[in-house]
């Protein structure tokens, strides 16, 4: 983007707008694009949603896309659902789209870049991105892959803006739906892992806080132990495994329950939601 200030409109303040927005602000960026509240305009219909983003970021916030100026980088932090909806007054409106437009971020769940590109004027550079909620602490893991438009420019800048944030790979659009599935759903599995860990050694009478905080260090060390060593969950998992010995006999009884199978599933159930709403758009 030069080596000038970049503009960001981010279009929908939810969760995920904010973990964007809070990453970039903390983490800062590179060199000679570092982020202030003064460049980052969020839209989000509510009320109460705007003055937090305010009082929270400094940024500045409009309830509309009508209401906003046009910016370097557009975010589209916005729920499948509501896409078309939100790229239809952005179409209508000089200065947002085209090659010479801003550069378009989506973040959207099975939304194709070719879906966006249809839905704005014709030339409209737009890099599709899915991440999840750990770059709030920049510890996100998120793969970029770009429309048609976007140059190699835009998609180094992108993959950069979320490198900040954690991890960020270049991925095929058509794998965008199995990582949707892994890793953009995967720390609601990861929670609920915990859940489960947690409420199972509290019924054999362990202090519930005490095991929330021993499975949340777990889940942690183990992620840490193998990002840092390079060795493999298997070769891990078996180091942790004595013949006879109580983490067998625990693998043993969540293989008899359903453990594999139940993953497997809810990864594929993940894969085919984010179909149906690339579908649906």
Known sequence: MGNTRTSYLIVGAGKMGEAIVAGWLSRGACADDVLAPEDIVCVNPGEARRQHMEQTYGVATVADVTEASSADVI?????????????????ARDGFGG??????ISIAAGISTSTIESQL?????????????????????SAVCRGAAATDDDLAFVLD????????????????????????????????LIEEMRDAAARNGLDAHLAEQLALQTVYGTAKQLLET?????????????????????????ADAGFGPAIGAGVDAAVKRSKELGACS
């Open 161 to 192: 803006k979320f490198a900040q944030l954690g991890q960020a790979h270049v991925v095929d659009e058509r794998d965008m739906d199995a990582v949707c599935a892994v890793s953009g759903s995967g720390p609601a599995y990861v929670c609920a």
């Open 121 to 141: 004027p014709a030339g409209t550079r737009v890099v599709r991105v899915m991440p999840n909620t750990p770059l709030l602490v920049g510890a996100g893991a």
């Open 230 to 254: 390079g060795q493999t969950p298997q070769a891990a998992r078996e180091a942790v495994c004595s013949p006879g010995g109580t983490t067998l006999a625990a693998l043993d009884a969540m």
């Open 99 to 104: 090659p010479a437009g801003p550069l378009y």
């Open 75 to 91: 975010v589209l932090a916005v729920k499948p659902q509501v896409m078309s909806s939100v790229l239809q007054p952005l179409n």
